[in-house]
């Protein structure tokens, strides 16, 4: 198997809360996630809004510092690296921000936008910036000759093109993309998709594929990984994913998915409560205040996120599967 490009053990992000200056407690975004990425692979980290994703995306590229854990990139531990230890490795670490508006400066040109991170990094490709800057646009889809205007000039599809150029700058390994498409028109959307999709085959990339669309994931992910208030819940090839799920919240996620095919909704799996606070996670399992297989076990033991029958595919349940079997071999 290949050695893996990105390892990421126990990772973890708490943020302090506080009552004038004095802390009273910590939002428990990020609570230990462990996953490995391999050179040309895409992982999927799909859950609900608020389950810590984008966090997670953040620390990866080390915009965020992590409370614990670890984040090994290419061999090399960047858990806590500091920005001149950072800076040769933000050529193979890049990230495309959700908002293609936001994450544009407007008062810069495309050319200017797209070039800076060769400027920062002191980089002077054969045939100057300018020519490199207009061969990345032409890339990704726009007409070079627009190297000249502004962000507020450009359709929100165009803009995120603009911030997929950026971030190939470099010639990166790895990119994180956090929720790249969620901004755009549905039709704008398959676009940007098809266009990831042949750069990573074309240039060998790495992705870490942040969303909640369950569609846009089965599209264009290697693997999956389903998170829940901080934790991953389920990890696997997205075959095994989508068609075999094992966990409960995975089962309720996959349910809600539109199917033009049924005519009814007898197949849904509505889940009852809201989600609890990350201030104050349940003890135990904490899909278990809204998981229609929760036991007293549920309660005191949190389930480790161990393989399933021996395969790749891993998942944190007592219970996991259709058919109610725990962890031990036992049945409900």
Known sequence: MTEALLTVRGLTKHFPVRDGFRASGAVRAVDGVDFDVRPGETLGLVGESGCGKTTTGRMLVRLLEPTAGSIEFAGRDITHARRRE?????????????????????RHTVGRIVAMPLQVNRITPPGGIKKRVQELLELVGLNPEHYNRYPHEFSGGQRQRIGIARALALRPKLIVADEPVSALDVSIQAQVINLLRELQRDLDLAFVFIAHDLAVIRHFCHRVAVMYLGKIVEIGDRDDIYERPQHPYTRALLSAVPDVTQTDSSGRIRLVGDVPTPLNPPSGCRFRTRCWKAQERCATDEPALVPRDGGVQAVACHFPGPDGQDSDGGTR
């Open 86 to 106: 950072l800076r040769p490795l933000r050529q193979d670490l890049q990230i495309i921000f959700q908002d293609p508006y936001a994450s544009l400066n407007p």
